[in-house]
T-cell receptor, first 114, second 109 residues
Framework: GAGVSQSPRYKVAKRGQDVALRCDPI?????LFWYQQALGQGPEFLTY????????KSGLPSDRFFAERPEGSVSTLKIQRTQQEDSAVYLC????????????FGPGTRLTVT | RKEVEQDPGPFNVPEGATVAFNCTYS??????FFWYRQDCRKEPKLLMS???SGNEDGRFTAQLNRASQYISLLIRDSKLSDSATYLC??????????FGQGTTLQVKP
């Protein structure tokens, strides 16, 4: 069956540009998570949705980062005025309802800010 | 101090060796625990959950010590295909996962 998909897989942005990263979770998965993974590090939590409600955005590094999931399925992570330190892999994960449900990760979007 | 700490390695071992990874976590309110595996330039995938009673899945054994806030993973009879980064992961009560830096394993022929 289809897993979590993300697009684009690779994105190169010039410093100061805005970018939008898309996540298509597994059908029927209620929970959706975004993580940021810098080179050589483990993923770091950014934000969490249950259906369309953003229940936790404590990991967003600045107000340049914004995430939405308006219809409770597809989610978009937007980064405004990108900076070099935003260069990382952005991973999306989805899970069935329940905090202990296994999270399934998408392949990630590798963002490079030049 | 990081919430989940692991030795990044790399661990270079010959095929057939037994190798052990450890990690410690700082938040005593942590609810559940996992080991994830991540291959180079791929997404993390769940390897196994970790329980206080210890659990085994084939050549892999995981153990949790809540009193010491310590998690371990033992791999017996290492295969070349075990080469990857192993991420120690803690789930807080909110559901968000806290990852360690990862430990890199390289199994040599």
């Amino acid at each position: 069956g289809a897993g979590v998909s993300q697009s684009p897989r690779y994105k190169v942005a010039k410093r100061g540009q805005d970018v939008a990263l898309r996540c298509d979770p597994i059908s029927g998965h209620v929970s959706l998570f975004w993580y940021q993974q810098a080179l050589g590090q483990g993923p770091e939590f950014l934000t969490y949705f249950q259906n369309e409600a953003q229940l936790d955005k404590s990991g967003l590094p600045s107000d340049r980062f914004f995430a939405e999931r308006p219809e409770g399925s597809v989610s978009t992570l937007k980064i405004q005025r990108t900076q070099q330190e935003d260069s990382a892999v952005y991973l999306c994960a989805s899970s069935l309802v329940g905090r202990d449900s296994e999270q399934y990760f998408g392949p990630g979007t590798r963002l490079t800010v030049t | 101090r990081k919430e989940v700490e692991q030795d990044p390695g790399p661990f270079n071992v010959p095929e057939g060796a037994t190798v052990a990874f450890n990690c410690t976590y700082s938040n005593s309110a942590s609810q559940s625990f996992f080991w994830y595996r991540q291959d180079c330039r791929k997404e993390p995938k769940l390897l196994m959950s970790v329980y206080s009673s210890g659990n085994e899945d084939g050549r892999f054994t995981a153990q949790l010590n809540r009193a010491s806030q310590y998690i371990s993973l033992l791999i017996r009879d290492s295969k070349l295909s075990d080469s990857a980064t192993y991420l120690c992961v803690v789930n807080l009560s909110t559901g968000k996962l806290i990852f360690g830096q990862g430990t890199t394993l390289q199994v040599k022929p």
